[in-house]
T-cell receptor
Framework: DAKTTQPPSMDCAEGRAANLPCNHS???????VYWYRQIHSQGPQYIIH???NNETNEMASLIITEDRKSSTLILPHATLRDTAVYYC???????????FGAGTILRVKS | ETGVTQTPRHLVMGMTNKKSLKCEQH?????MYWYKQSAKKPLELMFV???????ENNSVPSRFSPECPNSSHLFLHLHTLQPEDSALYLC???????????FGPGTRLTVT
């Protein structure tokens, strides 16, 4: 599975959009981009995933660049409850492994 | 609530004890996973089960023994653990091995 690079931490004002970047320059054609988050002392929570096209669900939007070498997770209106560690993970289509890195600590501040 | 429950939520055990962690999923999934999260470290995959069969053992020491009696239940049997095994143990499930995983709240284990 391709390696991902994320900033160690970010701050965001409550009510504003949080844009979390992820670099995956060695991604292969059959690898998906997954995002999970982990709120303190809880289990990770699935957010969204995508292959090539941008994706949106009730939690977030995922924007993948045309060359697929990077992506951005967007939380449109961040709340204090969105404070968590956000993990960007690349996984092959038929793979069973999620390889977690250090992620980005997002702090939403009032 | 993710549909994945874990018991107990907290466990303190001595190095000579034997204990078991339990995971149950109410999602109708066929794959289940154990992960370990030590302090200041990323989550590490330990075991994967698909339709009750173990498909992945990530070089886990034999003092950790998993059991999957059916697709809804997963156990992690612990014996003669070391203090460095103290960690958050997380269970997850997915529809199949390649699908998104749903995690339980974890068991915080302390080995004294």
């Amino acid at each position: 599975d391709a390696k991902t690079t994320q900033p160690p931490s970010m701050d965001c004002a409550e009510g504003r959009a949080a844009n979390l970047p992820c670099n995956h320059s060695t991604i292969s054609g059959n690898e998906y981009v997954y995002w999970y988050r982990q709120i303190h002392s809880q289990g990770p929570q699935y957010i969204i995933h995508g292959l090539k096209n941008n994706e949106t669900n009730e939690m977030a939007s995922l924007i993948i660049t045309e060359d697929r070498k990077s992506s951005t997770l967007i939380l449109p209106h961040a709340t204090l409850r969105d404070t968590a560690v956000y993990y960007c993970i690349v996984r092959v289509a038929n793979g069973n492994k999620l390889v977690f890195g250090a992620g980005t600590i997002l702090r939403v501040k009032s | 609530e993710t549909g994945v429950t874990q018991t107990p939520r907290h466990l303190v055990m001595g190095m000579t004890n034997k204990k078991s962690l339990k995971c149950e999923q109410h999602l109708g999934h066929n794959a289940m996973y154990w992960y370990k999260q030590s302090a200041k470290k990323p989550l590490e995959l330990m075991f994967v089960y698909n339709f009750k069969e173990q498909t992945e053992n990530n070089s886990v020491p034999s003092r950790f023994s998993p059991e999957c009696p059916n697709s809804s239940h997963l156990f992690l049997h612990l014996h003669t653990l070391q203090p460095e095994d103290s960690a958050l143990y997380l269970c997850a499930s997915s529809q199949a091995e390649a699908y998104e995983q749903y995690f339980g709240p974890g068991t915080r284990l302390t080995v004294t």
